[in-house]
C-alpha cells in the first residue's frame, strides 16, 4: 500500500468518527506527518495512533489533532498559539488554517528537531520559541486560538488571560484519566464546554 492511500485512508476513518471541519481534513492531507516522525516510525505515519517522537514524548493521535484543530473553528485571519509542539507536526497543521502560528516547546532537542522538521515544508508563518508553555507567550498576546498538548490539573491562568474574546481554547485537564476542555471567551466571561477522552503527556513547568 502506498502512503498516499493510506493517507486516504486515514482521512475517511477521520471522517467516519466526526471529523466533518473539511478545511481541517485538507490540512491534515496536505501535512507529511512521516515528515515528523524518527525514521523507525515513518511507515506508521498514517495509522490513527500516537507515535513516539523521542524525549519520553509522542506525535499525536491523527483523531485527536483533528478535533481539537476543528473545535478551535480556525480562519485565515487568527493568530494561533500551540503549547507543546513536539516534533512540529500540528504546528504544520494549524499553518495552514491561521495566519500566525506560535508554537511553544519546553525541550530543546524536541524543538531543535521541530526547526529541523519545518524548514524543508517552508512555512514563514510559523515561529518557534524554548519555554515554559504553562505561562503562555505574553510578548506575542493576545491569542485567537490556544491549543494545549499536554494535560494540566486544571487551566493555567496564563493561558486563559492570554486568550482574546472571542477566542477559543482546548486543552486536556486532568490526570490518570483526561478529558479535552474548550473555552470560549467573551468579554471576561469564560464558557467552558468538556469535550472527548483523551491521554496526553502531562503539562510540566520549566524548561529543559
Known amino acids: 500500500m502506498t502512503a498516499l492511500t493510506r493517507k486516504l485512508r486515514l482521512i475517511m476513518e477521520l471522517r467516519r468518527e466526526g471529523v466533518t471541519d473539511h478545511t481541517v481534513l485538507a490540512a491534515i492531507e496536505r501535512t507529511p506527518r512521516d515528515a515528523f516522525l524518527p525514521l523507525t516510525f515513518k511507515a506508521r505515519a498514517y495509522e490513527n495512533t500516537a507515535l513516539p517522537i523521542g524525549h519520553g514524548q509522542t506525535i499525536s493521535q491523527p483523531f485527536v489533532v483533528a478535533m481539537m484543530t476543528q473545535a478551535l473553528q ?69 491569542f485567537d486560538s490556544i491549543v494545549v498538548a499536554a494535560a494540566a490539573v486544571g487551566l ?49 513547568a520549566g524548561t529543559d
Open 74 to 142: 480556525l480562519n485565515d485571519r487568527m493568530k494561533v498559539l500551540e503549547i507543546g509542539t513536539g516534533s512540529g507536526y500540528q504546528a504544520a497543521v494549524l499553518s495552514l488554517l491561521a495566519t500566525e502560528v506560535y508554537a511553544v516547546e519546553r525541550i530543546r532537542g524536541l524543538l531543535d528537531r521541530a526547526r529541523a522538521n519545518l524548514r524543508p515544508l517552508r512555512l514563514p508563518n510559523v515561529r518557534l520559541k524554548l519555554a515554559d508553555g504553562s505561562l503562555g507567550l505574553p510578548e506575542a498576546a493576545p
Open 156 to 204: 493555567p491562568p496564563a493561558l486563559k488571560e492570554q486568550l482574546a474574546s472571542g477566542g477559543r481554547l482546548i486543552i486536556p485537564v486532568g490526570g490518570a484519566e483526561q478529558r479535552l476542555l474548550l473555552i470560549e471567551r467573551q468579554g471576561n466571561t469564560f464558557r467552558e464546554t468538556w469535550c472527548e477522552a483523551v491521554r496526553f503527556v502531562p503539562l510540566i
